[in-house]
């Protein structure tokens, strides 16, 4: 988890590109969608070791269901 918060901060500070960011957050989606993150987002209480702009970019881009393109 504090991995993927090290990228998105990356991102905001604009150290990586667009096509680095992209892939990241492809890489992100599936570990939330499909592995075990988003267990242990919920039952751990991860939300009190991170900043608000991390938790706001979980909420909608990580734990927020998309639908199908």
Do not use: T
Not at 27 to 51: C, P, T, V
Not at 56 to 61: A, G, L, P, R
Request: proline share 6%; hydrophobic share 45%.
């Amino acid at each position: 988890m504090m991995f993927c918060a090290h990228v998105f901060h990356m991102r905001q500070r604009g150290i990586l590109q667009e096509n680095e960011w992209v892939g990241w957050l492809q890489w992100m989606r599936n570990a939330f969608r499909y592995g075990s993150l988003s267990k242990a987002w919920k039952e751990i209480g991860m939300e009190s070791r991170f900043d608000p702009a991390f938790l706001q970019f979980v909420k909608i881009e990580l734990l927020s269901p998309k639908p199908p393109a």
